[in-house]
């Protein structure tokens, strides 16, 4: 009996000043455990005189309902210390004014701006169109038949309206823009695109810039010029810009624009693929189906169109090898472009 009260005196006290749960689980199992010292003493019952054992019984329950009962208040502090513990750590005090408020761009702001700064000292101007699109306009119109691949429901975000999707690219605006306006024409149109993809380098969301020129004598050099100037002044080097023969159903002929890897400096690379060559946007002359159904006159217009995609660009410009960065609002990350 005497023993039984010193055990449950040390168990008592060995259960306060456990630190963490852990710590709790064996001083319980110590105990209670299937040879706890509790345990061993209900089983010494068969030792006791037959007299004494009712009380012996008794008094081990006690014990061991003092000691379960002790477990379970230790548990409970020691479970609210733990919150307590984490809400102090990251607990902030959002009215405290801050010193050092200054905010900083998103790099995708920085790259677009960088773009459009660049084309408006060439002389185009700005446009936009909505992110949620006809889907005469994203294909249709720019002779993108009802069979084509791109339609693909792999590709496209459909929504659930007849018509409208969410806009596969920014070609629909230039659709928009020469509905509006007569030619001369000279624009870029800056936003977000959606198609169904997603890996380190794609993103179901991500912007392209779109360039638009129709006037009585614009041709491929013309818009080789174009986007040689821009890709030099972009990454400012004097960097390699060759055109790759391509197909886009919107323009004939049409060209993919690779520049030489600024990864690698051309030597070859994982981003480049060991090419030495990067793809950095697709170009090409308006097709005449797409600037007749838009009422531009073929027999005095001619046009050319070009795309980018930004998160590339941006990629490439800052040396960044996942998209994923842009788009988690890590501001350790974003605070690196203020
Ligand atoms: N819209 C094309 C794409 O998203 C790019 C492009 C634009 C190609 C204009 C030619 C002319 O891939």
Redesign the pocket.
């Known amino acids: 009996m005497k023993d039984l009260e010193t055990v449950r005196e040390e168990a008592l006290s060995e259960i306060r000043r456990t630190k963490d749960l852990q710590e709790l689980q064996s001083v319980k199992a110590k105990y209670l455990g299937k040879r706890g010292v509790v345990t061993e003493a209900l089983k010494r019952i068969r030792e006791i005189p037959p007299e004494d054992r009712k009380e012996y019984g008794r008094k081990v329950n006690q014990v061991k309902e003092a000691i379960e009962e002790a477990v379970r208040k230790r548990e409970e502090e020691l479970k609210r210390e733990e919150v307590e513990r984490e809400i102090l750590s990251e607990w902030a005090d959002l009215t405290v004014p801050l010193q050092n408020t200054a905010g900083s761009l998103h790099p995708i702001t920085v790259t677009l701006r960088r773009i459009v700064d660049i084309f408006r000292g060439m002389g185009f101007t700005v446009e936009e169109g909505p992110e949620v699109e006809l889907e005469r306009y994203n294909f249709d119109m720019l002779n993108i038949p009802e069979d084509h691949p791109a339609r693909d429901m792999q590709d496209t975000f459909y929504i659930n309206r007849e018509g409208y999707l969410l806009r596969?690219?920014?070609?629909p605006v230039q659709i928009r823009t020469m509905l509006r306006r007569k030619p001369p024409i000279q624009m870029v149109a800056p936003g977000k695109v959606y198609r169904r993809d997603d890996d380190p380098t794609h993103s179901p969301m991500f912007h392209?810039v779109?360039g638009l020129v129709v006037n009585e004598e614009a041709n491929f050099r013309h818009m080789k010029y174009v986007i040689e100037s821009f890709l030099r002044e972009f990454f400012q080097t004097d960097l390699p810009v060759r055109f790759r023969a391509s197909y886009?159903p919107?323009?004939e002929p049409?060209a993919e624009v690779d520049i030489g890897c600024v990864i690698c400096g051309m030597e070859g690379c994982r981003v480049c693929k060991g090419t030495g060559w990067l793809e950095v946007?697709?170009?090409?002359m308006v097709h005449p189906d797409v600037l007749e159904v838009c009422g531009v006159d073929t027999d005095i217009f001619q046009g050319f169109?070009?795309?980018m995609g930004v998160e590339r660009l941006a990629m490439l410009l800052f040396g960044i090898d996942n998209i994923k960065l842009f788009f988690e609002n890590d501001i350790r990350f974003i605070r690196q472009f203020s």
């Open positions: 596969t690219h920014t070609s392209q779109e886009f919107f323009t049409s946007m697709g170009c090409g169109a070009f795309g």
